[in-house]
């Protein structure tokens, strides 16, 4: 990823952040009743959670698990012990 690249999208985050600031001032009732807030909301959190995603996997050491052909991690089914 290069530089420019990742300050666009640096700077859309922040865009999206400001949308958000002013979204959070909406009283909860007006916002689930008006479609076009929630979804625009929602959109915004999409975008900058994609983003950051993007921006974690590029600094890992050998890249996400999926492009060195190997499963991601999964906790189901075992159980922790924790020490006392």
Same mark, same amino acid.
């Given at each position: 990823?290069?530089?420019?690249?990742?300050?666009?999208?640096?700077?859309?985050?922040? $865009?999206?952040?400001?949308?958000? %600031?002013?979204?959070?001032? !909406? &009283?909860?009732?007006? =916002?689930?009743?008006?479609? $076009?807030?929630?979804?625009?909301? %929602?959109?915004?959190?999409? !975008? &900058?959670?994609?983003? =950051?995603?993007?921006?974690?996997?590029?600094?890992?050491?050998?890249?996400?698990?999926?492009?060195?052909?190997?499963?991601?991690?999964?906790?189901?089914?075992?159980?922790?012990?924790?020490?006392?």
């Amino acid at each position: 990823m290069n530089k420019q690249v990742v300050l666009e999208r640096l700077q859309e985050m922040k $865009e999206n952040l400001a949308i958000l %600031e002013k979204l959070k001032r !909406i &009283s909860h009732d007006e =916002f689930v009743k008006t479609p $076009e807030m929630y979804k625009l909301a %929602e959109r915004c959190l999409q !975008i &900058s959670i994609v983003y =950051f995603g993007h921006f974690a996997l590029s600094y890992c050491p050998k890249g996400p698990a999926s492009s060195r052909g190997e499963r991601g991690y999964s906790n189901a089914g075992k159980t922790r012990r924790f020490a006392r």
